[in-house]
């Protein structure tokens, strides 16, 4: 098999194609620090001597949340420790009912009524099998993600357009000074249309916001647990990958937190909805247009052949 186009960043990857088999979906496992194969028990027992695992995906892909579960599942025996996981998926005004999942009061069914998961997040049910994992391994399950009106005022007016009762809603330190993550961001939302200058200012603005409130939130649960934790978090792979969202400002408040970035590749699986068609224009990242960017995107990659070819 010849492989056609590859649009990930490392090298190393476009070697893949001559490994994978034509017929066979073959999946692999990469250390993208040593840029070799590494086998699943390897990882996992790497993870488990760190503080927290940022489990990126593709929010659509279902392979992702499989591989996701699976991970949970794999690293809930360390039972020395308190077990938290974290999602991007529900906000945190979420976490009252999110509690009562937790000690067992409600459902799944019943959490995604009394939060209207439904009309927050159109593919809610892709994380029952993350939720149901963490009861298996008795974990603290944590909303991460920012109000939602407050993201969508900043990604329409800037961060200046807030009001001082809004402003409460955000950690007071929030910094913009990441040039390279602006950058890469600036590429990547290219795809959608009608995208300007202004308004990439403003998204950007709102993404590193949400990038710190996730941040804050797990350092909260971190730093007032007196039993040693360990957090897995489940984010959009925007939010962890090169290490510029999540993980950066998490070591910013505490260095001393020991991570690891896992990430999946996409492998042809991502189907776009009409309406997401119909907002977006096609684009070409080429490799040279990713050289500034200073570290590998993650510590572990998981790769299958393209499903498309």
């Known amino acids: 098999m010849i492989c056609k186009k590859l649009k990930h960043p490392i090298l190393l990857l476009l070697l893949l194609c001559n490994f994978i088999g034509a017929h066979e979906k073959k999946s692999f496992w990469i250390d993208l620090y040593q840029y070799d194969f590494v086998f699943y028990n390897e990882v996992i027992q790497d993870l488990k001597n760190t503080d927290v695992v940022y489990l990126g995906e593709t929010h659509t892909i279902e392979r992702h949340h499989e591989l996701q579960q699976k991970i949970i599942l794999d690293l809930c025996s360390q039972k020395n420790k308190s077990i938290y996981i974290g999602i991007e998926q529900l906000d945190l005004t979420s976490q009252k009912e999110l509690d009562k999942y937790n ?76 040039t390279a993550y602006k950058q890469y961001l600036t590429k990547i939302l290219q795809v959608h249309a009608h995208m300007d200058e202004k308004r990439i200012e403003k998204v ?18 971190y730093k007032k647990e007196q039993k040693q934790p360990f957090f897995i978090i489940v984010a959009g792979a925007g939010h962890i990958e090169y290490r510029f969202g999540i993980p950066s400002r998490l070591k910013r408040r505490d260095p001393k937190i020991k991570d690891r970035v896992i990430l999946f590749s996409q492998s042809g699986e991502l189907v776009l909805s009409e309406y997401e068609k119909s907002v977006s224009q096609e684009i070409e990242i080429t490799h040279d247009d990713l050289r500034f960017l200073p570290n590998p995107p993650g510590d572990y990659l998981n790769i299958i052949e393209n499903i498309s070819e």
């Open 204 to 221: 950007y603005q709102a993404q590193v916001v949400r990038d710190e409130i996730m941040a804050q939130v797990i350092y909260n649960y």
């Open 103 to 178: 000690n067992n009061k409600i459902n799944f069914d019943e959490l995604a009524k009394l939060t209207n998961w439904e009309k927050k997040w159109s593919n809610y049910k892709d994380y029952e099998v993350i939720l149901e994992a963490g009861k298996k391994c008795k974990a603290t399950v944590i909303a991460l993600n920012a109000k939602n009106d407050i993201i969508k005022k900043i990604g329409k007016e800037g961060i200046s357009s807030l009001s001082k009762s809004e402003k409460k809603d955000i950690p007071e330190s929030v910094d913009f000074s990441n």
